[in-house]
């Protein structure tokens, strides 16, 4: 197997609200709900990220039917997305849009470990993002 990641998958309360956090808030492009038409839990949202990378949203209630797991309740803590940023200022001015999109801020911009400035906030369904400068991450500059 390589060792690649090529879509995540958020699962969500709700979508509509959802796509308009990650689309409107945060400026994301996306081609909107898709595969309503095709009944329960088809309705996905999908955002290309840089790199290849894709960003699904899906209701975690499909999440539960297409896996045959009980639905799960959100657990933020159990993993963190971040979002690598080039400079102290563009942490300050995404985590304020974030938050200005209706995110909870979890932990103000702070001097980390490596030399960098971080924070910590939640979307509207408790997923965890982290916004981070680390100087280390030339190819960001």
């Not at 702070?110 to 190819?139: K, M």
């Amino acid at each position: 197997m390589r060792p690649r990641i090529t879509l995540i998958t958020l699962g969500v309360a709700d979508l509509a609200r959802a796509v308009a956090f990650y689309r409107d808030g945060l400026g994301w492009a996306t081609q909107g709900i898709v595969g309503a038409e095709l009944g329960d839990n088809g309705a996905v949202a999908f955002f290309n990220l840089e790199g290849g990378l894709k960003l699904a949203l899906w209701p975690r209630a499909s999440i539960a039917a297409d896996t045959g797991l009980a639905e799960a309740a959100p657990a933020p803590g159990n993993f963190t997305l971040a979002h690598n940023v080039a400079s102290r200022g563009e942490v300050d001015a995404v985590l304020a849009q974030a938050v200005g999109a209706g995110a909870e801020l979890v932990k103000p911009a702070h001097d980390t470990f490596y030399g960098g400035w971080a924070a910590y906030f939640q979307d509207p369904d408790g997923h965890l993002w982290e916004v981070s400068f680390n100087p280390g991450f030339a190819e960001l500059g």
